[in-house]
T-cell receptor, first 110, second 113 residues
């Protein structure tokens, strides 16, 4: 059975802090790993990672994948209150199926 | 482009009733998906479809049925609603196969009492 574990489940920080969100996975027929942000509505796409060691960046967010150790991290630098959301990690397998983790609830206080 | 649209936005059902959740996409995507999300949890795959006329079960298919007669539409049918089906339902689509990103609809919040 496919398994995705995200940690921490919940995180409270102050504006300006840097956070690291973790995702470990055990899935069959791995193709890529996706990160989504969810703010009390539908998830919105952040990154798709297919190769180990290549960092993807978008502004203050960055992510990297380790296919040997089966994990990914999402970093957010200089956090803002608008970063408050649930961050979901989802390995993609055959048929473009996604298996989602429980998510990390990030709260950024002013 | 409207993207992925879902109706209704909210619905309250009594135990034993049936209903259909509608999902339509205008991006000509081959792949479509139905997920449910319980409070404080990630999304779980109910059913998916790789093209018109082809559907397959996901992780939690019991109590649901789907059909895919056109590329655009992927309705989800609940038969004999149960309180355990209280959840938020998301429809998503993607194209081409393996390209990665799934585009999500706004969701349907369903309560069964």
């Amino acid at each position: 059975e496919d398994k995705v574990v995200q940690s921490p489940l919940s995180l409270v920080v102050h504006e300006g802090d840097t956070v690291t969100l973790n995702c470990s996975y055990e899935v069959t027929n791995f193709r890529s790993l996706l990160w989504y942000k969810q703010e009390k509505k539908a998830p919105t796409f952040l990154f798709m990672l297919t190769s180990s060691g290549i960092e993807k960046k978008s502004g203050r967010l960055s992510s990297i994948l380790d296919k040997k150790e089966l994990f990914s991290i999402l970093n957010i630098t200089a956090t803002q209150t608008g970063d408050s959301a649930v961050y979901l990690c989802a390995p993609q397998t055959s048929g473009s199926r996604l298996t989602f983790g429980e998510g990390t609830q990030l709260t950024v206080n002013p | 482009n409207a993207g992925v649209t879902q109706t209704p936005k909210f619905r309250i059902l009594k135990i034993g009733q049936s209903m259909t959740l509608q999902c339509t996409q205008d991006m000509n995507h081959n792949y479509m998906y139905w997920y449910r999300q319980d409070p404080g949890m990630g999304l779980k795959l109910i059913y998916y479809s790789v093209g018109a006329g082809i559907t397959d079960k996901g992780e939690v298919p019991n109590g649901y049925n789907v059909s895919r007669s056109t590329t655009e539409d992927f309705p989800l049918r609940l038969e004999l609603a149960a309180p355990s089906q209280t959840s938020v339902y998301f429809c998503a689509s993607s194209y081409p196969p393996g390209a990665g990103e799934q585009y999500f609809g706004p969701g349907t919040r369903l309560t069964v009492t």
